[in-house]
């Protein structure tokens, strides 16, 4: 690259601006306000964890076989970027005590995830995620409590029509007889099949159920369905999650065809959707019940339910349905100095930060381009500094909504400001 070239950023990532931080400061600040309203607790993991365990996580997952960003350190270890934050979050629980306590343990995470998918709107390479996790009980009312989580956040956020798709996958006792059958409906109609389905049909035959493409379509409706073949504390918990979820007055349909990305699911499984819109990219938050993932990464078996909503497809759909946050000013005060007049300009802001935010313009510019400046900051005031007032430590106050000004000694600036 010859050296003129200014390096861009890495495809698939982007710079979140000060101009987009407020959509997402909203959306931030509601996913930690509806967590800890419902008692969970902020957990921070790291972002490079053992390849092992993520793969763990279910290696015929997208996100794990084909989209893992993998590295080895100068040390020679195996290391990954996570792409999601679930395996690390069960290992932390473990190795930092938390299962001795009371159960269940209500955690949350708020952080960048990475996955190497193709790039496009509402899929980036790095990607942020508010997680929400309980581990520690197999109570079907931590799959409603953490369901209500997720529609309490999007509501909060200002998105209120969504569409919640629900689904249980079963576990070990009832699922590979139901897998054995799926497999029966499907083997005579194989040669029909994408050649991807075709493949998934002995390796991860549940995964044809959400097959995207178009030829697999109109055998999915008589697939036998597994809400119909669940073993009876299967039964017994889907029927109290949906028991749930209607009391706390959310609305869902049930998908029989939805089974989630991850391998580690078990029984309850969903997808919040903006209303209208549907498929696997658009989803804004999706999780379920993995009662297998502990023991999967060396555990003692654990229950726990959980899920994970993408704050940058969040945004985008604030954004698009019109959701305002008034964007705070860089500074509601911008001190304005006269060539020469830096210390004093300094010593003012100081004073002016006691109430305020407070930017000093240093520029060697005219008044008039520091005003125009100060005004497409968003300044409420400015105040201005001139060798001749500085030493009598004056200084004028111009309101940059009235346009109206005054000399003011520097120590009542506060006062005029508060
Ligand atoms: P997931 O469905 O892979 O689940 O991702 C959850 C959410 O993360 C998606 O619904 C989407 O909003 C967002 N997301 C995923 N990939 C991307 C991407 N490339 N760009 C932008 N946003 C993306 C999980 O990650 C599970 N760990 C959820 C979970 C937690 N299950 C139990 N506990």
């Known amino acids: 690259m010859p050296r003129s070239e200014p390096i861009k950023a890495v495809r698939g990532v982007r710079d979140l601006l000060p101009r987009d931080r407020p959509l997402w400061r909203a959306t931030e600040r509601a996913a930690a306000e509806v967590a800890m309203r419902f008692g969970y607790q902020e957990i921070v993991t790291p972002i490079i964890e053992h390849v092992e365990l993520i793969e763990r996580v279910g290696e015929d997952t997208d996100a794990v076989s084909k989209e893992l960003y993998r590295f080895e350190d100068r040390g020679g270890r195996k290391l990954a970027l996570r792409p999601e934050a679930t395996a690390g979050v069960v290992r932390a629980y473990f190795e930092g005590g938390l299962n001795q306590g009371p159960q269940p343990l209500r955690l949350y995470l708020v952080g960048p995830m990475f996955r190497y998918d193709?790039?496009?709107?509402?899929?980036?390479?790095q990607f942020y995620q508010l997680d929400v996790e309980?581990?520690?009980?197999?109570?079907?009312?931590?799959?409603?409590?953490?369901?209500?989580i997720a529609a309490g956040w999007l509501h909060e956020s200002g998105i209120s029509a969504l569409a919640l798709q629900l689904n249980s996958i079963g576990d070990d006792v009832c699922r590979p007889a139901y897998l054995e059958r799926l497999k029966d409906y499907y083997r005579p109609l194989k040669g029909r099949l994408h050649a991807d389905s075709q493949l998934r049909l002995e390796r991860n035959p549940l995964r044809l159920l959400d097959s995207k493409f178009a030829q697999d379509q109109p055998f999915k409706v008589d697939a036998p369905r597994i809400t119909d073949h669940l073993c009876e504390p299967c039964a017994d918990a889907w029927a109290h999650v949906r028991r749930l979820i209607d009391a706390a007055g959310i609305e869902y349909v049930h998908n029989p065809y939805l089974v989630r990305g991850l391998d580690y699911y078990t029984r309850t499984v969903f997808e919040f959707y903006p209303a209208g819109a549907s498929g696997q990219q658009d989803a804004l938050?999706?999780?379920?019940?993995?009662?297998?993932?502990?023991?999967?990464?060396?555990?003692?078996?654990?229950?726990?339910?959980?899920?994970?909503?993408?704050?940058?497809?969040?945004?985008?759909?604030m954004a698009a349905s019109g959701v305002e946050v008034?964007?705070?000013?860089?500074?509601?005060?911008?001190?304005l100095a006269d060539g020469g007049q830096e210390i004093a300009a300094a010593e003012v802001a100081r004073i002016c930060r006691r109430v305020r935010s407070v930017a000093v313009d240093y520029e060697a510019k005219s008044l008039a381009a520091k005003m125009r400046s100060a005004n497409k900051l968003g300044a409420r005031w400015v105040v201005m500094l001139s060798a001749e007032e500085a030493p009598r430590r004056v200084a004028r106050l111009r309101d940059m909504a009235?346009?109206?000004?005054?000399e003011v000694s520097w120590d009542e600036v506060p006062e005029r400001l508060a």
């Not at 193709?118 to 390479?125: D, L, T, V």
């Not at 309980?134 to 209500?148: K, W, Y």
């Not at 008034?326 to 001190?335: C, E, G, S, T």
């Not at 009235?402 to 005054?406: D, F, T, V």
């Open 118 to 125: 193709r790039p496009q709107k509402g899929r980036y390479r």
């Open 134 to 148: 309980a581990i520690g009980s197999a109570s079907p009312a931590l799959d409603a409590e953490v369901i209500e």
């Open 285 to 317: 938050a999706a999780g379920g019940r993995y009662d297998g993932l502990a023991e999967a990464e060396g555990w003692p078996s654990t229950p726990a339910v959980g899920f994970a909503g993408g704050f940058d497809r969040v945004v985008d759909v």
């Open 326 to 335: 008034i964007a705070a000013a860089a500074a509601d005060v911008v001190v």
């Open 402 to 406: 009235s346009g109206e000004q005054a």
